[in-house]
Structures are given as C-alpha cells and as structure tokens.
C-alpha cells in the first residue's frame, strides 16, 4: 500500500479484555516495529520484527504482550488482560531493511482506551 | 543503554519567525545517526530531517536545519519562518547504525505556532 495501515483507529475496552491491533506495513519492507506512546511521553519501543529472523522482543512491558508477523507482512499486537495503564496510543512502523539510515514510515496509530 | 533528552517540553514562536527545539543524548558510540520527527494532530510520525553522526556538516531540509555538536551530543532543530502548520509535537531520535536496533525517541516538545 501508500502507507502504513493501523486498525482500529480508535479502541475502547473494558479492563481484563483481551484485544488485537493489526498492522499493515507498506508492501516490500521487510523491517515493521511497535512503539507505545503514553500521554506526556516519548515513544516506547516493543518489539522488532526484521524479515524471518526471530523478533527482539526486548521492550514488551510484560507477558501479557505479543506480536506477530504473518508471511513477513502483516503484524498482529495482542494485549491479554487489559489493565488501564496499558491504555495509549500504539504506534506501528516499517521500513527497509534494518531501517539504518532511512529512517522509518509509521501509522497513524491504534488509540486504545482500557476503562 | 542509549537515552534522548527533551529538556523543553513546551514551545511557542510566532508565525514567521525562527524558534530552536533542543536534543541531548548519551551514548558510548562514535558512529550513529539521529533524527527529527513531527507528529501532527494526525499522529502520524513524520521524518523532518535525519543527520548521520559521521558528517560534519549540519543536514538542512528547506526551512529546517540542525546545529550537531558532536561532542556535546546535542542535535538541535531550527525552524526557520515559522508556519501555522508547523505546529505540531517535535520528537528527537537517535539509533545505532546496525540494522538491528530500533529508534530510541525523546520526550517530545509541543511547538505552538501564534498568528
């Protein structure tokens, strides 16, 4: 596609809900990444997927977190259990190879809102 | 671990003139590269301008341009005649040349751009 695809645009859940985030990076780029941005904050790495090695997972916040990346394409974001401090804006992004000097091409973002 | 500071998290300039948003980060490496995103209303991230470390000379995109001190590790964003689009949320990244590392973000500056 144009651009990187994120849906929903907008999620509300009630608490101990699970929900999924989907991603849909632009067609041939091989590198796709999730960040989550908090009110007030930067943007917080999650988890890395670089074409069919394994994914640096280094950044998910706990196991109720997991991605994954089906056919190299499209990216799927769970969150079990829902808590209110998950609630944010999680944002998707890809880019060409590792992304080294190209920098990335991100979503526009999956509100999530856990009441 | 590499860290990106923000120190101001609020700025205002007047339409048309010229306003410096400041970034500091520490790292241990010589070789990187570093980055200006905007993120409008839209919350889509958008590239602005990106320097790779190993260059002195300070990357311009049109009225945006950096002042890189190397030494002092500060990445400072000009923005020069300053538009009512400009106005935006400006974060500072930085990310290791290896392809795979993921962007390590500030906590942004709010840019609000007065008529």
């Known amino acids: 596609g144009a651009g990187v695809s994120q849906s929903p645009s907008n999620k509300v859940t009630e608490k101990g809900k699970d929900v999924e985030l989907r991603c849909d990076p632009i067609s041939g780029h091989t590198a796709l990444y999730w960040y989550r941005q908090s009110l007030g904050q930067g943007l917080e790495f999650l988890i890395y997927?670089?074409?069919?090695?394994?994914?640096?997972k280094s950044g998910l916040p706990s196991d109720r977190f997991s991605a994954e990346r089906t056919g190299g394409s499209v990216s799927t974001l769970t969150i079990q259990r829902t808590q209110q401090e998950d609630s944010a804006v999680y944002l998707c992004a890809s880019s060409l190879a590792g992304g080294t000097n190209y920098g990335y091409t991100f979503g526009s973002g999956t509100r999530l809102t856990v009441v | 671990a590499q860290t990106v500071t923000q120190s101001q998290p609020e700025m205002s300039v007047q339409e048309a003139e010229t306003v410096t948003l400041s970034c500091t980060y520490d790292?241990?490496?010589?070789?990187?590269?570093l980055f200006w995103y905007k993120q409008p209303p839209s919350r889509q991230m958008i590239l602005v301008i990106r320097q790779e470390a190993y260059k002195q000379q300070n990357a311009t995109e049109n009225r945006f341009s950096v002042n890189f001190q190397k030494a002092a590790k500060s990445f400072s964003l000009k923005i020069s005649d300053s538009q009512l689009g400009d106005a935006a949320m400006y974060f500072c990244?930085?990310?290791?040349?290896?392809?795979?590392?993921?962007?390590?973000f500030g906590k942004g500056t709010r840019l609000s751009v007065i008529a």
């Open positions: 990244a930085y990310r290791l040349p290896s392809g795979n590392t993921p962007l390590v």
């Open positions: 790292t241990s490496e010589s070789d990187y590269y």
């Open positions: 997927f670089q074409g069919n090695s394994a994914p640096d």
